[in-house]
């Protein structure tokens, strides 16, 4: 199967220093990747390069073939590439209910005739009431959303990326700062986003738990390169990975 999203040589150097350096990734449908390394590996600056908050010096974003790479943000969005946890497009005001029915039309791109139709408004609320019981958050419909818990907050930040289709889900350390009783009901949906083998799933995470429960595949960046990638198992047991993780090699 053809990758849906793959990097080339991708490089990003802040001054003299490269944060990422000429990493060379593909990643499949049906696949969910762990990113990991120690603090200050790239792993941010590697997800920020892909979803466009960040350009590249050199090398290639490429999704399902074509070179996104200098596209905003938006642009990569809109080709499929969505990333939680960062959205800009939470109106706090607004209802739980109504932030996602924005982002159902926003992604639907329907037109003022469509929404003039009684069966066309009701089309989007019931498409949004589908993503908020998928993640389980029928309850809080009508709350606005700068009233959530931080918990229901971040699954509301799920919804919104369901509710925008892409086919590729990043997640960046989507359980930091969430109590022990609200990181499963996240990692839950991130798993069942997983079933779908239409898309893709990328993760950063330092939680070696959560890397076990979800992970197909794990990559480890070390100084912004690419130093092992492969199955759980594999990439956990390897020696090189380990002297990163207990810190035997110098942070050069
Ligand atoms: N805008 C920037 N300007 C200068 N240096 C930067 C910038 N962004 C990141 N860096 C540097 O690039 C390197 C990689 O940072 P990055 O945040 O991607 O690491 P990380 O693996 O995500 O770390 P952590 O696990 O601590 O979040 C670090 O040395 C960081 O200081």
Redesign the pocket.
Known sequence: MPPSLETRDLTIR??G?V??NAVSCAFHPGELTVIV????????????LISGQ?RASSGQVLKDGRDIGRLAPSGRARAGVGRAFQLTNLFPELSVLENIRLAVQARSGVGRQFLRRASGHRELIEQAEGYLAQTRLTEVAHQPASALSHGDQRKLEVALLLAMEPDVFMFDEPTAGMSLDHAPDVLDLIAEIKKDRSRTVLL?E?KMDVVRALADRIIV?HN?TLLADGKPAEVMASDLVREVYLGKRGAA
């Open positions: 802040f001054g220093h944060a990422v390394g120690p603090n200050g590996a790239g792993k941010t600056t590697y997800f920020n960040l950063v330092h960046l912004g």
